[in-house]
């Protein structure tokens, strides 16, 4: 008889969205045997109430990092989605004896000291500064993230909450011992204006390609699963 080990997924979601959006890619993981842990990160999803214009990139990162070491968690695949990709990268390089792997679906990856707002496009950049308001970046409508369907586009929209601007313009933090940890990048597909497969193609990691929307975990919530449990 085999036993079938079991890895524990923490999966971090991106900007404007909550632990929420996992909800159908975390139960065929968890019908394999897995744990499943969907943080909500400070100040977005049903933690909305909680937020202040100084929660930037460090807040998130401790949002891990706290929940890595309240749980003793160890041997994990962390799961960073966009913006989370440099979330889970910095959590990573604080705690890399907690991590087995990292896999970052269509996410930003930086160097130490860098940002999304210097890893971006001018033309995010731009879109960014003329929207926030307070801190905070307004919504974006559900399209722009590859979610069309009638159905999907009223869920998504009604569960994003505004993000801290400073998230995007706070400096990531690496010592470099993030990078002795096995990466894979899942690249959606057909690939949208930003540099997510080049940022991958730069650190040298591993692609698997997807075909969907940015909003993967929305769009191709089934196919996604089987990639992360290829983690597993």
């Known amino acids: 008889m ?3 080990s079991m890895t524990t997924f923490v999966l971090v979601h991106g900007a404007w969205y909550g632990g929420w959006c996992w ?6 993981l968890r019908a394999a045997g897995h744990e499943v842990l969907t943080p909500t990160l400070t100040g977005l999803g049903e933690r909305a109430s909680e937020f202040r214009e100084d929660i930037g990139l460090r807040t998130h990162v401790e949002n891990v990092v706290d929940l890595l ?3 003793d968690l160890r041997d994990v695949v962390l799961v960073g989605h966009s913006y989370a990709g440099l979330v889970v990268r910095e959590a990573a390089d604080r705690e890399p004896e907690r991590i087995a792997r990292l896999t970052l679906v269509d996410a930003w990856a930086g160097r130490d000291g860098e940002s999304i707002d210097s890893l971006a496009p001018e033309f995010f950049r731009n879109w960014v500064e003329s929207i926030t308001t307070d801190g905070a970046i307004p919504v974006p409508p559900a399209p722009s993230v590859g979610v069309t369907e009638p159905d ?3 869920w998504l929209e009604s569960r994003l909450t ?3 601007r400073r998230t995007f313009s706070e400096p990531t933090r690496l010592t470099g011992a993030v990078e002795a940890i096995p990466c894979r990048a899942v690249l959606c597909t057909p690939p949208g204006p930003m540099p ?3 940022l991958a193609r730069g650190f040298g990691w591993k ?3 997807l075909e969907s929307g940015h909003d993967a975990m929305t769009g191709a919530p089934a196919q996604l699963a089987r990639i992360l449990l290829d983690d597993a």
Do not use: I, K, N, S
């Not at 909800?23 to 065929?28: E, I, Q, T």
């Open 207 to 209: 692609t698997v390609e």
């Open 152 to 154: 999907q586009v009223a």
């Open 2 to 4: 085999y036993l079938q």
């Open 196 to 198: 997510f497969g080049e």
């Open 162 to 164: 505004p993000q801290p």
């Open 23 to 28: 909800r159908d890619v975390a139960p065929p």
């Open 69 to 71: 070491r309240r749980a």
